[in-house]
């Protein structure tokens, strides 16, 4: 049977890739590119991946982008409050009708993760370069599929409790940290029809995303994330693939 791959679109802001050289070092070609990347590594023909940036007209989030993406992957740091409150809405209301979210890293201080969520979303943080390990504390969903426990992270900037959000609709991961906090590093919720799916390892300044680990529960959650507000799919896994996927 012939189905369509999830139509996948990178956001990220492309600030700090562009103002510090560490970040550059870390993603020369800015982290929605190493982002991209990885989603098609990962998925193969299974997705079909395009990149947008805050600099764009309309952020690179038309109406007629948001309406072709099945899942929006979101990295934001510096300017959340330079994302025009038009687009902030209208990203809200397409996952409303069914388009996954995947808010990664800082996104708790973005426009778009606060309105679906209701709440300030502020976390306590700490930028020491610390080692993270992250616990599966919930085996059963298919985010976690085929990770290790727990996944260690060597240098990451700490995010701790209180965490200011709505109880999870499912609790994945819980991260420890070198200073002794706990967080919830992994959050599932529902809003409308639309999958959302909030991890917070991701630091610019850190190669996190290169990490095979991370790199699988981003594959994981983008499947995940797709078949809230999309038909079921077909999988296509490439030849030389050692990962299994599930069908929901």
């Keep these: 049977m012939n189905v369509r791959p999830i139509r996948v679109t990178v956001w990220n802001e492309y600030v700090c890739e562009r103002t510090y050289e560490e970040v550059r070092a870390v993603y020369p070609e800015g982290i929605h590119a190493a982002l991209a990347q990885v989603i098609r590594d990962q998925l193969g023909a299974n997705a079909a991946v395009r990149t947008a940036t805050l600099d764009q007209p309309e952020h690179g989030l038309p109406e007629e982008v948001l309406e072709a993406t099945d899942v929006l992957i979101w990295w934001a740091h510096a300017a ?9 809405d209208r990203v809200q209301q397409r996952v409303l009708r069914g388009m ?26 700490r930028e020491d370069g610390e080692r993270e390990l992250v616990w599966t504390v919930n085996p059963s969903p298919p985010i976690a599929a085929g990770l290790p426990h727990p996944l260690i992270i060597p240098k990451q900037e700490m995010y701790g409790e209180f965490f200011d959000i709505p109880e999870p609709e499912e609790l994945v991961f819980i991260s420890s940290y070198t200073g002794g906090e706990v967080f ?16 917070s390892p991701g630091h610019e300044s850190y190669p996190v995303y ?5 790199q699988r529960v981003l594959a994981n959650a983008t499947h ?3 078949n809230g507000g999309a038909v079921r799919r077909t999988l296509y896994m490439p030849e030389n693939s050692a990962m299994g996927w599930f069908e929901p």
């Design 80 to 88: 959340h409050d330079r994302i025009a409150d038009a687009i902030a």
């Design 224 to 226: 995940w994330a797709a």
């Design 184 to 199: 919830r590093s992994d959050c599932c919720f529902t809003r409308g029809r639309g999958r959302i799916f909030y991890f």
């Design 210 to 214: 290169y990490q095979p680990e991370i």
């Design 100 to 125: 996954g979210l995947i808010a990664l890293h800082s996104a708790p201080g973005a426009k778009v993760l606060q309105r679906l969520l209701g709440t300030t979303c502020a976390v306590r943080w």
